[in-house]
Nanobody, 119 residues
Framework: QVQLVESGGGLVQAGDSLRLSCAAS????????LGWFRQAPGKDREFVAS????????YYADSVKGRFTISRDNAKSTVYLQMNSLKPEDTAVYYC????????????WGQGTEVTVSS
């Protein structure tokens, strides 16, 4: 079992920055691909960013490309999402997730952290 705990969310103004953190326990963190997803009120969950187990590859949704950066610190078993130039449409609950590479999907999820961006 892998447990994930997100933190760093909050209420900010448009144009501000936040860094979300997701601390993992259990499993072999360094061999997992990691992703960030978000779900706005009344909307479906959407992909935000991901990073491969070896950090060679990162992927971003078009809506956040150039503003958000995903990174990982395997020594701390933590994945980060640096969010710059935040917009009101970034308001959502943000979740981190783990893809172990065994089941072809993200199979472990955190509880989420709320990000609210005011205009």
């Amino acid at each position: 079992q892998v447990q994930l705990v997100e933190s760093g969310g909050g209420l900010v103004q448009a144009g501000d920055s936040l860094r979300l953190s997701c601390a993992a326990s259990g499993g072999t963190f360094s061999r997992y691909a990691l992703g960030w997803f978000r779900q706005a009120p009344g909307k479906d969950r959407e992909f935000v960013a991901s990073i491969s187990w070896n950090t060679f590859y990162t992927y971003y949704a078009d809506s956040v490309k150039g503003r958000f950066t995903i990174s990982r610190d395997n020594a701390k078993s933590t994945v980060y999402l640096q969010m710059n130039s935040l917009k009101p449409e970034d308001t959502a609950v943000y979740y981190c997730a783990v893809d172990t590479g065994l089941n072809g999907k993200y199979e472990y999820w955190g509880q989420g952290t709320e990000v609210t961006v005011s205009s």
